[in-house]
Nanobody, 121 residues
């Protein structure tokens, strides 16, 4: 599975950004697609993820972003979007797209390249 993240940039505090993660595999073959971020000098942390369901997806968010971000998928474009609103300077980080598969030999993790998000105060 290959992941291609895009949409990062520079935005003022209070602004919005939309990140997109293009997924090379069918959504039927992945367990979840999510977003992580890593700020300078900090550990990578989860932002949120969408668990692909047979009929209904489940979306979960980190407490730090809950209410400000929305994750959704576009099956037609085979992509997952991270819509971020009310951005704060502490949201500044490199954002990474992640996907995992559950296989007969265990779980497999995939990472996309990061995209920089910078929020100015």
């Amino acid at each position: 599975v290959q992941l291609q993240a895009s949409g990062g940039g520079l935005v003022q505090a209070g602004g919005s950004l939309r990140l997109s993660c293009a997924v090379s595999a069918s959504f039927h073959s992945v367990n979840s697609v999510g977003w992580f971020r890593q700020a300078p000098g900090k550990h990578r942390e989860v932002v949120g993820w969408i668990t692909i369901g047979v009929r209904t997806d489940t979306v979960d968010y980190a407490e730090s972003v809950k209410g400000r971000v929305t994750i959704s998928r576009d099956s037609g474009k085979n992509s997952v979007t991270l819509q971020m609103n009310s951005l704060r300077p502490e949201d500044t980080a490199v954002y990474y797209c992640h996907a995992d598969q559950i296989t007969t030999s265990g779980r497999r993790d995939y990472w996309g390249q990061g995209t920089q998000v910078t929020v100015s105060s």
